[in-house]
C-alpha cells in the first residue's frame, strides 16, 4: 500500500492497475476470506493500519451463487458502510457489480453475522462519511486519487 505522504507516480498508478496486481488482489482477498471463516474472525480481521475486516457476502450476478470477499468497514449501530475503492484501481470491484444486480447482502463481523440491504450513499452522505472513513483507513485519500472513477460508498442497512 502506498505512503500516505507519498502519493503514487504515472508509473505506480499504471501497475496498480495491471492484470498481475488484480491477479494478486483476488488470490490474497481469498486467502484472508478463508482463514477468516475458518477461524471465525479471530485470525484475518485485521487490515493495514488496525482496520477491521469483516466478510461480503453477494450473490453472483452472472452465476447466481454466493461471492465472499474480505472488506473493510465502518459500523454505526447495525448499518455497514463499505468502500468500492479497489485499493484505487480504475474499475470497480466485482463485489460492487454484484450489489448493483442484487442489493441483498449478508456482512460478518468478528461479532455477528447482519442480512443487509446496499444502497449507494447520496452526495450528502458521502459527505458526511468520507471524514469517518479517511480517519478509520489513511490511505484512502490517496486511493481517490489514483482514479478518475467517483468511488463508489455503499451504505447497508437491515432488510
Known sequence: MANPSRPLNDKQIKSLNSSAVGFGIKWMSRA???LFKKTNGRFGDKFLH???VGILTTVGRKTGEPRDVPLLFLQEGRRIVLVASQAGRHTHPMWYLNIK???KVRFQTKHETLDL???EATDAERDEYWPKLDAMYPDY???RSYT???IPILICDPA
Open 32 to 34: 484472508q476470506t478463508w
Open 117 to 119: 440491504v446496499a444502497r
Open 50 to 52: 488496525g482496520s477491521e
Open 101 to 103: 444486480a442484487d442489493p
Open 148 to 150: 478518475d472513477r467517483k
Open 141 to 143: 485519500p490517496n486511493y
